[in-house]
Structure formats: structure tokens, C-alpha cells
């Protein structure tokens, strides 16, 4: 876990450095009306690993339950073939549960940022533990603790196309 924690801080200090090349206006922008500003990006990330995917990786930490299901076939491809997302734009219809706000600041941000290195840390010595449920994933079906860590990573760097086309605006 260690490598998929050093992983993970490599991506976590692209977008920590990213943010300091951003006025408070640029993580207004967006592609177009029906498309997230960078800052609802920024938004996401923090977002999806704080409120999901670490509570996932908990949840797996601390039961044994539905320890002999798979991952569906994009799950196989996801992990074990690409080693990411695939490279496509994935569509969610907008929803208060699942849109991000816009942030009120960089200072906000970065503020979560530190939270999240935090809690990505504390987690590391939970994989001692020897149970080893998994819970489901809306895209990939079954992930272990071990996979939801690393969907993390994998995560945040799939958004890096994203914050790619917002940064040629």
C-alpha cells in the first residue's frame, strides 16, 4: 500500500501545485453552461475521496461482507489492463447529490487538500487489519479496500484531461 500511497501524493502534488498557477476567476472557468468549472473539479476530487472513497475503503477495512464478489469486465480492464480509467469523458447527469459546488476559495481548497493528505495517511496502517469485504462501485461492480485506495489515485488522474481542456480556455 505504501506504493499506491506514494502514487497517490505524486498526482496529489500535481494538482497542489497546479492550484497555486490559479487566480481565484480562473477556477470559475468552464467549457460551456453544461460542462463543471475547475473549481468544481477541484471540488470533486475532494468531494469523492473525503465523502466516498475512503469511507469505502473503511467500510471494506471493517467487515468481511461480500468478500467472493468480482468486479464486472470495465473493473477487470480498469485495474488490470489500463491500470486507470478508461480515456473517456464520463457523463453524469447533474444532481445535488452528486454536482459539485464551486468552491468559496483557493484557501478552501487547499484547506481540504491538507485534510485529505491527512486521511490518506491514517488509513495506510487500517490495511493491517485481516478482514476484507468489498462494496460496490456504480461503474466497476465489487472493489476490495486495497482497489477503492487505489481507485483514489486512478481517480485523480483521470480528472487530469479534464483540467487539460479547462486549461487551454
Not at 500500500?1 to 498557477?21: A, P
Not at 496502517?125 to 466497476?140: D, E, I, V
Amino acid at each position: 500500500m505504501k506504493k499506491t500511497h506514494q502514487k497517490f501524493l505524486n498526482v496529489f502534488k500535481y494538482w497542489e501545485n497546479e492550484l497555486n498557477h490559479y487566480s481565484e476567476k480562473d477556477l470559475e472557468k468552464r467549457e460551456n453552461a453544461g460542462t463543471w468549472t475547475l473549481g468544481q473539479v477541484y471540488q470533486h476530487l475532494i468531494s469523492s475521496t473525503l465523502n466516498f472513497h475512503l469511507s469505502q475503503v473503511k467500510t471494506c477495512l471493517n467487515n468481511a461482507e461480500n468478500k467472493s464478489a468480482k468486479k464486472n469486465f470495465k473493473g477487470f480492464m480498469a485495474y488490470h489492463l489500463l491500470n486507470a480509467f478508461p480515456p473517456i469523458r464520463i457523463k453524469v447527469p447533474p444532481s445535488a447529490f452528486y454536482t459539485p459546488a464551486q468552491p468559496g476559495s483557493k484557501a478552501e481548497i487547499l484547506e481540504n487538500f491538507a485534510l485529505i493528505k491527512k486521511e490518506m495517511a491514517a488509513v495506510l496502517p487500517l490495511f493491517n487489519q485481516n478482514l476484507q469485504g468489498k462494496t460496490a462501485h456504480p461503474g466497476f461492480s465489487f472493489l476490495n479496500a486495497q482497489e477503492w485506495y487505489r481507485l483514489i489515485e486512478m481517480h485523480w488522474r483521470h480528472h487530469k484531461r479534464q483540467k487539460a481542456r479547462l486549461d487551454q480556455l
